[in-house]
């Protein structure tokens, strides 16, 4: 079973950056066949698209971080990152990683198109 593991969360004033990581426990070979997300869930909200990057290198992002977040990945270290800048406080949720397996050429936005999740990371913006 693979195991996604997120760090770099944190808290922060409007405005300001945080660089958040995703480290997959599994092959080199096989993290560069996947799809990689991230989503967030802020509370009694549902968990929302924020971003992907697919297996080849293009990267997807919801219309409400387009232009302040980055997604890339490093398949020689099986991570995914999420650079997030001008946050604002609409952005404090949890966030997490999300793998699919699928090689698809299409990026899905829904979370039951993933199938491995890490255990989130809470970002919390102070306006």
């Known amino acids: 079973q693979e195991q996604l593991v997120e760090s770099g969360g944190g808290l922060v004033q409007a405005g300001g950056s945080l660089r958040l990581s995703c480290v997959l426990s599994v092959y080199k070979l096989s993290f560069s066949r996947y799809n990689m997300a991230w989503f967030r869930q802020a509370p009694g909200k549902e968990r929302d698209f924020v971003a992907a990057?697919?297996?080849?290198?293009?990267?997807y992002y919801a219309d409400s971080v387009k232009d302040r977040f980055t997604i890339s990945r490093d398949n020689a270290k099986t991570a995914v990152y999420l650079q997030m800048n001008s946050l604002k406080s609409e952005d404090t949720a949890v966030y997490y990683c999300?793998?699919?397996?699928?090689?698809?050429?299409?990026?899905?936005?829904?979370?039951?198109?993933?199938?491995?999740w890490g255990q989130g990371t809470q970002v919390t913006v102070s306006s």
């Open positions: 999300a793998a699919d397996r699928s090689m698809r050429m299409v990026i899905r936005r829904t979370s039951d198109d993933y199938d491995y």
């Open positions: 990057v697919s297996w080849r290198d293009t990267t």
